[in-house]
């Protein structure tokens, strides 16, 4: 597949936004499906969103539903997620993933980003 990294992570207040990006390289970004995971200290890593190759359909979990979205520009081999209304909760490190080896749900992909660290105060 190539080369994911992620970048736009930083400090924000809660409430705030942000938008990650996810650039692949050196790979084939359209063929795949995308998905984002976080890992905050002490935690496992979790499944936040996937997007399907096309970028038409997108799956999401309970706790950012509403709040995140996952887009594509696969003329670019980009991904984003845009986060609004952040909460400390929502504090992280956050990952990118291509080719769900599963399930869109699932947290086996067979490329990953080195992570982006999302930190939310109060």
């Known amino acids: 597949q190539g080369h994911l990294v992620e970048s736009g992570g930083g400090l924000v207040q809660a409430g705030d936004s942000l938008r990650l990006s996810c650039v692949a390289s050196g790979g084939t970004f359209s063929w795949y499906p995308g998905g984002w995971f976080r890992q905050a200290p002490g935690k496992e890593r979790e499944f936040v969103g996937s997007v399907s190759t096309s970028g038409t359909s997108t799956w999401y979990a309970d706790s950012v539903k509403g709040r995140f979205t996952i887009s594509r520009d696969n003329a670019k081999n980009i991904m984003y997620l845009l986060m609004n209304n952040l909460k400390p909760t929502d504090t992280a490190v956050y990952y990118c993933?291509?080719?769900?080896?599963?399930?869109?749900?699932?947290?086996?992909?067979?490329?990953w980003g080195q992570g982006t660290q999302v930190t939310v105060s109060s």
């Open positions: 993933a291509a080719n769900p080896q599963t399930s869109m749900t699932g947290s086996r992909w067979g490329d």
